[in-house]
């Protein structure tokens, strides 16, 4: 069986600090793992995907995610945070099983 | 290109009665997904098709729900006897193939009264 796990239900960072949102997953054999963002008042959209190859993947909006197989995680993590990353974030595993979602929240 | 569209955008409906709800898949994708996000939370997986394989129906969560897929293309969410635990946005998305990232529709809100 697959599962994944968000543990932190809310993140807050202010504006130009670092930000980590943190993924957790159980799946046997090799993961399929993806991060999806949901800006407020607009649909899911597509952020990045670990399939195979580099422990380290880059995505969308200068998102970035490390894949660790040794602790089962893919965090998902940016350099420098901006206002505009204020929204929900939902961790997938095999495409079909999301976890509830942290809600990141960037102060100025 | 057009993305997923789903329709309608908004139902209300009165417990017991049925409503469907509608996707449009990116055209060429072969997989498609129904997910239910309740106000803030998590999605819960419901049923996905994959070409002309038999569906996986292991997330509709009572004999209520059905889901058909006609021509590999458009599909149809039916809800049965509808009850107040079953207003959510429902959402639609659909994939190159399973695996593959998803693109999501922008959801009906299922408001049951």
């Known amino acids: 069986a697959q599962s994944v796990a968000q543990p932190e239900d809310q993140v807050n960072v202010a504006e130009g600090n670092p930000l980590t949102v943190k993924c957790t997953y159980s799946?046997?054999?090799?993961?399929?793992l993806f991060w999806y963002v949901q800006y407020p008042n607009r649909g899911l959209q597509f952020l990045l995907k670990?399939?195979?190859?580099?422990?380290l993947v880059k995505g969308s909006y200068g998102f970035e995610a490390e894949f660790n197989k040794s602790q089962t995680s893919f965090h998902l993590k940016k350099p420098s945070a901006l206002v505009s990353d204020s929204a929900l974030y939902f961790c997938?595993?095999?495409?079909?099983?999301f976890g509830a979602g942290t809600r990141l929240t960037v102060k100025p | 290109g057009a993305g997923v569209s789903q329709s309608p955008s908004n139902k209300v409906t009165e417990k017991g009665k049925d409503v469907e709800l509608r996707c449009d898949p990116i055209?060429?994708?072969?997989?498609l997904y129904w997910y239910r996000q309740s106000l803030g939370q998590g999605l819960e997986f419901l049923i996905y098709?994959?070409?002309?394989?038999?569906?996986?129906k292991s997330g509709l969560p009572s004999d209520r729900f059905s889901a058909e897929r006609t021509g590999g293309s458009v599909s149809t969410l039916t809800i049965q006897r509808t009850q107040q635990e079953d207003s959510a946005v429902y959402l639609c998305?659909?994939?190159?193939?399973?695996?593959?990232?998803?693109?999501f529709g922008p959801g009906t809100r299922l408001t049951v009264t």
């Open positions: 998305a659909s994939s190159l193939l399973v695996g593959y990232e998803q693109y």
């Open positions: 799946v046997s054999g090799n993961p399929y």
């Open positions: 670990y399939i195979t190859g580099d422990n």
């Open positions: 997938a595993v095999g495409n079909m099983r």
């Open positions: 055209s060429g994708h072969t997989a």
């Open positions: 098709f994959q070409g002309n394989s038999a569906p996986d």
